[in-house]
């Protein structure tokens, strides 16, 4: 059976490995290959090839490491669908789904093709009698990238590609349960003519990720996950003296004005609640139509839009969305919608059962829908990453900026109206990261950041954008004077520009 090994020092997998794990393909319910988990001598081996390589990788002028994000850039279109089949095959998301994974992680490599620009300092003449003062961004040596299972594309280059074009030696960790699409992508880089030791993968679990965080040599962490373990990793991060983000969970709201295009608002509601089995951290799991009416007319066409859904296996050209990443994860979300029935919610589409002929061994899930869902109920307060979507009735708008406002999690959010004033009001008030305003995943693009609130981002930057600038970054502020000859007089009082 094929194994999935690290990427040590430029190709080489580490020591053969003594734990290895299981890599399903979602659709069959089959084992398809094994990934070789890493051990500490393996990251030991890592980090001292980073620290080797990153010195002159931050002395090679940025322009010229910007050389092959370009070069990479291009080799990502040539192995595009190669690498979306891949990526299918061991997430389960369609492989339509899959290019659109690739193609945002490669929005960001091209910001990252800019990087000079967004590398220059602050300068300021005559700040003093004689002195000047300027800023540079200097990189932070070796640091790490621990990312989840549900954008094994995208979320590897939201984080290597501005850490490494900023000159950094960057170590991921995939998920372990698609690691594939990572290791390729860092061949990838290889080929584009990074230098070995500046992109590196290992793998593993929990064992790996304290590995990481404990490791004296790596000086930042930037972690996307669940948010009990993105707190979990912030704070270990911290505590051994790094520099940490850690992005968490989410359950995003959607709240339906009564002047809304309900037509666009289903359309955009079952892309976004549905799309990629509700496994992302982006989705719009909760809608909330404001006022008895508006939740009357938005269910009675969320019902037939949602029968019109096809689940299929990932290969599927047609299908709108295929399975979940495994067998534990449906047993999850279906234990989720009985929760939701326990609670009292009204499941209106049950989405339980579902067996797909030819494919009994996938681990699918049908679209589910529950109306009448309740602030108080479990399933509404923690995130199900599953398809189904709750309709949580307000009265008024106050109500519904009200929700996610106060929900733990605070990653997205959308509002669907045509009244301007209201769109406004909401996007100033609501405490949630990222608004879309008829817009349902407002995922924003390369040169703006992704960061969520609350209890879905621990730490102070985002991703990407001007703000991964920043993480991967330390700013060293140089005070200079050029003495025209003779001894000044000796101050001992602390020096102002006075
Ligand atoms: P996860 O938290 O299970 O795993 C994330 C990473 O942590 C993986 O690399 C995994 O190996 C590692 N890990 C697993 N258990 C660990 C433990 N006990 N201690 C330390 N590390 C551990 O997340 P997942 O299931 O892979 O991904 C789905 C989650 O990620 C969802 O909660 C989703 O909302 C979230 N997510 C958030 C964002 C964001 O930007 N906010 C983006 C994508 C996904």
Redesign the pocket.
């Known amino acids: 059976m094929r194994q999935i090994d690290a990427l040590i020092a430029g190709g080489g997998s580490g020591t053969p490995s003594a734990r290895l794990g299981d890599i399903f393909n979602p659709s069959t319910g089959q084992v398809q290959a094994r990934v070789g988990f890493s051990s500490s001598v393996d990251l030991d081996r890592a980090a001292a090839a980073a620290r080797a390589a990153q010195p002159a990788w931050a002395a090679t002028n940025p322009q010229r490491r910007a050389r092959v994000m370009f070069r990479f850039r291009e080799l990502l279109e040539v192995h595009m669908q190669e690498l979306a089949e891949l990526l299918a095959s061991e997430h389960g998301k369609v492989v339509a789904d899959a290019k659109g994974d690739l193609l945002r992680g490669l929005e960001v490599i091209e910001f990252s093709c800019g990087i000079a620009h967004a590398l220059k300092g602050e300068y300021t003449q005559g700040a003093g009698p004689g002195i000047d003062v300027y800023s540079m961004r200097q990189p932070i040596g070796v640091v790490a990238g621990?990312?989840?299972?549900?954008?094994p594309a995208m979320?590897p280059m939201w984080m290597f590609g501005p850490a490494i074009a900023t000159g950094n030696a960057f170590i991921l960790?995939?998920?372990?349960?698609d690691p594939s699409v990572p290791v390729r992508l860092a061949e990838l880089m290889l080929e584009a003519g990074l230098p070995a030791g500046i992109l590196q993968v290992v793998h593993g679990?929990?064992e790996m990720?304290d590995a990481i965080l404990d490791h004296p040599d790596i000086g930042a962490v930037s972690f996307?996950?669940?948010?009990d373990?993105a707190h979990?990793?912030y704070n270990r991060g911290v505590a051994n003296g790094k520099r940490v983000q850690a992005?968490?969970?989410?359950k995003n709201h959607g709240i339906v004005m009564p002047d809304a295009d309900l037509d666009q608002v289903v359309n955009d509601l079952t892309g976004a609640a549905f799309g990629s089995a509700g496994e992302r951290?982006m989705a719009l799991p909760v809608v909330v139509p404001v006022g008895e009416d508006t939740a009357n007319r938005l269910r009675e066409k969320l019902i037939p839009a949602i029968a019109a859904l096809r689940v299929g296996v990932s290969t599927d050209p047609d299908a709108h969305y295929g399975p979940v990443v495994n067998a534990a994860h449906k047993a999850r979300v279906e234990g989720w919608i009985q929760t939701g029935v326990d609670e009292g919610a009204e499941l209106v589409v049950d989405g339980r059962g579902l067996i797909l002929q030819g494919h009994e061994q996938g681990f699918f899930v049908g679209p589910t829908l529950f109306d009448h869902v309740t602030t108080g109920m479990r399933a509404y307060r923690e995130?199900i990453?599953g398809p189904v979507l709750q309709i949580v009735r307000a009265p008024d708008f106050e109500t519904a900026l009200e929700l996610p406002s106060k929900h733990q999690y605070g990653?997205g959010v959308a509002i669907f109206t045509r009244n301007g004033h209201a769109a406004r009001e909401f996007a100033a008030r609501v405490n949630v990261g990222m608004v879309g305003i008829n817009v349902p995943i407002p995922v924003p693009v390369a040169y703006h950041s992704?960061g969520?609130w609350k209890r879905?981002?621990f730490g102070d930057h985002n991703q990407y954008g001007m703000e991964g600038v920043r993480f991967w970054t330390k700013v060293k502020t140089v005070t200079q004077r050029w003495p025209d000859g003779g001894a000044g007089d000796s101050a001992f009082i602390i020096p102002t520009m006075a």
């Open positions: 621990i990312t989840p299972f549900n954008f979320i960790k995939p998920s372990e349960r679990d929990k990720v996307v996950g669940s948010s373990i979990y990793v992005m968490g969970g989410a951290c995130e990453f990653n992704f969520g879905s981002g």
